[in-house]
C-alpha cells in the first residue's frame, strides 16, 4: 500500500479533485492501493441532500462569513466541518467487485479508527449517537470528555464512493480545536433548517486533552500496517509526500 503524505492542503476543491483523481487511476488499471493522509484547510462539506435544500445558499455564506469554504460532495451526508485540526485519511483501492464490501467496509474502518484511539487511551466506539451533525451509523464516537464524562461526542465520520472497478473511503477524524467547527455548524444548520444537538461536535483533545494531530496519525498508520499485512497487502509504503 502506498502511502501519500501531502504537506499541505491543496484548498477544499483541490483537495477532493485530487482523490477523485486517485480513484480514476485505480478504476483505469492502478493495481496499488492508496493511502493519502492530510490535514485540510477549513472547510464546510455539504452533501447533495443539503444543495437541494432551499436554505443552502443561505448555509453556503454562513460557512464563508466563518472562513469555511463551502464544497458539495458526490457522497451522501449531511453538512460536516472539518480544518487543520483534523485529519483526513483517503483510502483508494481497485475492485473488481465494489459493491460487493461497503457495508463491511464501513465497519472495518470504523473499527480501525477505534483500535488507533484505543492506542492513545481514548474510548471510543462505532455508532450513532442522538442529534449529531451528518448523523451515520458507523461514526466513531466518546462516550463522554473530560469536562463532561457522560456527554458523547463525535470523533470521526466516514464516507465512501464506489465506481466500477474501485472504491474510494474516506475518513475524517476531528483531533484539536473544536469550538470552530461547533460555531459554523451551528450557523450552517441552522440555515438548513435541520435539528442537531451542538454539543455532539467534539474532537479527541476534548476527551484526552493535549492529543495532537501528529499522535493520531501515528497510531492509524500503525493500524493500517496490521491491515494491510491483513489483507495481504503488506505494511504501508512510507514516505511520499505529494
Not at 496499488?32 to 472547510?43: D, F, I, N
Not at 493535549?210 to 495481504?232: C, F, I, K
Amino acid at each position: 500500500m502506498k502511502l501519500i503524505r501531502q504537506r499541505e492542503s491543496l484548498g477544499a476543491e483541490q483537495d477532493y479533485r485530487r482523490a477523485l483523481s486517485i480513484l480514476d487511476a485505480a478504476r483505469g488499471g492502478a493495481t496499488e492501493p492508496v493511502l493519502r493522509v492530510y490535514q485540510p484547510r477549513p472547510t464546510v462539506a455539504f452533501g447533495r441532500r443539503d444543495e437541494l435544500n432551499p436554505g443552502f445558499a443561505r448555509a453556503r455564506q454562513a460557512a464563508l462569513d466563518a472562513a469555511f469554504t463551502p464544497l458539495v460532495r458526490r457522497v451522501g451526508g449531511r453538512a460536516a466541518a472539518y480544518h487543520g485540526g483534523c485529519l483526513v485519511i483517503d483510502h483508494v483501492e481497485p475492485d473488481p467487485d465494489p459493491k460487493t464490501g461497503i457495508q463491511d467496509r464501513y465497519r472495518l474502518f470504523g473499527d480501525m479508527v477505534v483500535a488507533a484511539l484505543e492506542e492513545l487511551e481514548v474510548p471510543a466506539q462505532v455508532g450513532e449517537i442522538p442529534g449529531e451533525y451528518c448523523a451515520g451509523e458507523y461514526s466513531v464516537h466518546a462516550p463522554g470528555t473530560a469536562a463532561h464524562p457522560r456527554r458523547p461526542v463525535k470523533l470521526a465520520g466516514t464516507a465512501q464512493r464506489v465506481v466500477a472497478g474501485a472504491w474510494y473511503f474516506s475518513t475524517v477524524v476531528v483531533v484539536e480545536e473544536s469550538e470552530p467547527l461547533r460555531g459554523v455548524l451551528e450557523d450552517v444548520y441552522a440555515c438548513l433548517g435541520v435539528p442537531w444537538e451542538p454539543s455532539t461536535a467534539g474532537c479527541v483533545a476534548d476527551v484526552r486533552p493535549g492529543t495532537t494531530v501528529a499522535e493520531v496519525e501515528t497510531a492509524l498508520l500503525d493500524v493500517y500496517d496490521r491491515y494491510g499485512q491483513y489483507m495481504g497487502h503488506g505494511p504501508v509504503t512510507r514516505p511520499e509526500h505529494g
